[in-house]
């Protein structure tokens, strides 16, 4: 019969690449490891790795075992942590992790509220690009998130879409893009673009690099004060940018046919061993309500 044991054993080894990395991972002898895995052969009937090489390699039949291993992972996961769960009677810690593009003045009535019905709340609040978000919620740094919707989210984690919000193409009002009316987006690629990252990479998936030259910033803060002082143009939200447009320091690109302007779907994200917490599940509901509302 299979074990939860010999499951991980043989996910934790494609993930180290080897056995012996699979033993440090899990602080385990690698004889431990091995014998996990081979034990799961046994069971299944099939050789799961292909050992010829310096490095033991998945074979076909590993290969369509693992998403099945990984989903019976999480779930044992989850059961473990709805058991733990049951005989807890206070709410847990609330680590919310933000992404500076989402408005966060909306949070601070959502926490009056969370303080009044909670009143020995343990709250924390970190701002993070969508990326890094989600990384901290997957390691434990962060046990919420606000982060756009077109982001990936881990199988894992719990998410549940609350809103949207609008992000448009903007520039200095005495930059050249804003002298004329474009005829087409490629215009762009002509000029310096302002791109969001995330700590650990340059690549986002809220915006596309258009332009072979890119500054970069984690900080929506950072691009917007860029923007002003002429550096180029940037993919903000709109309701960052709306100061300085009533300012007369920046302007949406005109372009001429096409639509720049594009809603996105905000979402807030959980780790499966916080979202059952009676605190937490109150955060969501007060979250989406407030979004809704706005």
């Not at 979202?275 to 599940?281: I, V, W």
Request: with cysteine; glycine share 4%; charged share 20%.
């Amino acid at each position: 019969m299979l074990s939860v044991e010999q499951i991980e054993a043989f996910i934790t080894t494609v993930e180290a690449g080897s056995f012996s990395g699979a033993a440090r991972k899990l602080g385990k002898v690698q004889s431990a490891v091995s014998q996990n895995i081979m034990n799961l052969e046994i069971d299944c009937g099939v050789e799961l790795f292909d050992r010829r090489g310096r490095y033991p390699v998945l074979t076909e039949e590993g290969e369509k075992l693992l998403p099945y291993a990984k989903a019976a992972m999480v779930q044992h996961n989850r059961l473990t942590e709805r058991v733990d769960s049951l005989t807890l009677k206070d709410i847990q810690p609330i680590v919310l992790t933000i992404d500076e593009g989402i408005p966060f003045d909306r949070v601070t009535p959502i926490i009056r509220t969370l303080s009044e019905e909670f009143p020995r709340l343990e709250l924390e609040v970190l701002f993070a690009s969508s990326n890094d978000a989600i990384e901290m919620v997957q390691t434990g740094r962060a046990t919420s998130a606000l982060v756009h919707e077109d982001l990936s989210i881990p199988f894992s984690l719990d998410f549940e879409s609350i809103g949207s919000m609008q992000f448009d193409i903007y520039v200095a009002t005495d930059h050249p893009l804003a002298k004329t009316v474009a005829p087409h987006l490629e215009i762009l690629s002509l000029h310096r673009q302002l791109c969001i990252s995330s700590r650990n990479s340059k690549s986002s998936n809220v915006q596309q690099a258009l332009s072979p030259d890119i500054w970069y910033s984690d900080s929506y803060q950072m691009l917007l004060e860029w923007c002003i002082a002429g550096f180029g143009w940037t993919y903000i939200p709109s309701y960052l940018a709306k100061s300085a447009i009533e300012q007369g320091k920046i302007i949406p690109v005109p372009v001429e046919f096409e639509k720049v302007s594009a809603i996105i779907n905000v979402s807030i994200i959980q780790h499966s061993s916080k979202s059952k917490d009676l605190g937490h599940r109150r955060l969501r509901e007060l979250l989406k309500q407030n979004f809704q509302e706005g």
